[in-house]
């Protein structure tokens, strides 16, 4: 049931002011990553970074009015097109895409490049809604669960198979999603565990796991020593755990690539090769680290002008507010992240229509992800895997997804009012 409202009225101004202010503090801190006081540098030029993002800024304001003067009903009606179109272009760069850093995922049109796995973000946000909110469809049941989860593993089989495994990574935060919709625990806390054996493997000699394992399951079987099925579960566990830690081994030693491997040895123990795999980590710490509690000022970080931490103007981007406005800087970032991630949250809750706010809590865990992991990476907390800060890193294929993944919600948020029913 539909009625006519003014929907300029509803629109979320507030989120809007918010994607302006990060965009713009991404776009001086760009400028601040590339510059060069010995050449005279101004911000609007366009032979640097902070010039070609300020063309990316303002292509994205013609985005947000074309999303915006769609009619809201199409996002749902060709959310399985959208799909599909950019699964094809996902197989299209496998074929005729540009290697970069050892990934092929750029289309390159002279010095125009676009990379199809940013906008697979949205695309997937679009698909996941649209068929978990079709009529019949619950999350809880099993069946739609491996549907949707056929639907979510397409672009990262095919981003991994471009050699971006990083990008692969964020289709990971659609299993929060699921969550939300009905989707019992036990995967997630499944998932957890495999990620806390994972990362106790890496840090501790197996023999000691071994041992560790080896005392709870004798101590668990004294406990259940008079119920059998219990016993068995234990055992059961046990060997299954124990196995997990051998397949660790196998998959860091055999299964990833010389440089995945860097990545892992670098977030364990970065100063064992601080000259090589641990560089990137240990010189972003030292950035983050010097700049104190207010920062050195605007331009005059040093391991900024001096180039020590390499892709500073996209994947270590978080270096330059850290080092250049300190402590309190990188406060405020995160607190603006922070209060854009809940005013996303509080806009999906609020929708009267399923597939609003399916693809609202989606919109919420991919930005979640790309913050937590990014940030995370820069302090050491992560492995290094190369994806941007939304809004704030360089990049125009990344500017432009995460801006076309916000205002679509934005879009279906301002006709909330006329959505009475599902």
């Not at 989860?149 to 692969?168: F, M």
């Not at 499944?190 to 890496?202: D, Y």
Request: glycine content about 8%; some cysteine.
């Amino acid at each position: 049931m539909i009625r006519e409202d003014n929907i300029s009225n509803q629109i979320d101004w507030f989120t809007i002011a918010l994607y302006f202010l990060i965009v713009l503090l991404g776009w001086l801190n760009i400028f601040a990553a590339v510059y060069d006081e010995t050449l005279n540098q101004n911000i609007f030029d366009f032979s640097l970074n902070s010039g070609k993002q300020l063309i990316w800024i303002a292509s994205s304001v013609v985005l947000i009015v074309l999303i915006l003067s769609l009619d809201y009903k199409f996002y749902d009606t060709f959310g399985f097109i959208v799909f599909g179109g950019i699964m094809l272009l996902l197989i299209f760069v496998l074929l005729f895409g540009r290697e970069v850093a050892g990934s092929k995922s750029w289309f390159e049109i002279g010095s125009f490049r676009l990379q199809p796995s940013e906008f697979a973000k949205f695309a997937t946000a679009l698909a996941v809604a649209k068929f978990a909110s079709q009529p019949g469809k619950r999350v809880e049941k099993l069946r739609t669960q491996l549907m949707l989860g056929g639907i979510i593993a397409i672009p990262p089989i095919l981003i991994i198979l471009q050699g971006d495994t990083g990008t692969a990574l964020v289709y990971s935060a659609f299993v929060l999603v699921l969550f939300r919709e009905g989707m019992s625990p036990v995967p997630l806390i499944l998932g957890s565990s495999v990620a806390a054996i994972f990362v106790l493997t890496l840090l501790i000699t197996n023999i000691f796991l071994y041992i560790g394992i080896l005392g709870i399951t004798t101590l668990l079987v004294l406990m259940y020593r008079k119920n059998l099925k219990r016993i068995i579960l234990v055992i059961v566990g046990a060997s299954i755990v124990a196995g997990s830690i051998r397949g660790v081994d196998f998959f860091v030693s055999d299964v990833l690539k010389p440089h995945q491997q860097n990545r892992i040895k670098a977030l364990i123990n970065p100063e064992a090769d601080p000259l090589g795999y641990g560089w990137n980590v240990t010189q972003s710490k030292i950035a983050i680290g010097s700049g104190g509690f207010s920062g050195k000022g605007f331009l005059e970080g040093t391991q900024t002008k001096f180039d020590f931490v390499p892709e500073q103007s996209t994947d270590f981007i978080f270096c330059t507010i850290g080092e250049e406005h300190g402590w309190i800087g990188s406060f405020i970032l995160i607190t603006l992240f922070l209060i854009l991630l809940l005013r996303v949250v509080y806009i999906a809750e609020r929708q009267k229509w399923t597939f609003a706010r399916i693809y609202g809590y989606s919109v919420a865990c991919i930005l979640f992800f790309h913050f937590a992991v990014n940030i995370g990476m820069t302090i050491g907390l992560f492995p290094v895997i190369g994806i941007p800060l939304p809004f704030f890193s360089y990049g125009g294929s990344s500017l432009w997804s995460f801006t076309i993944l916000l205002f679509i919600l934005i879009k279906l948020d301002s006709h909330r009012m006329q959505v009475l029913v599902r």
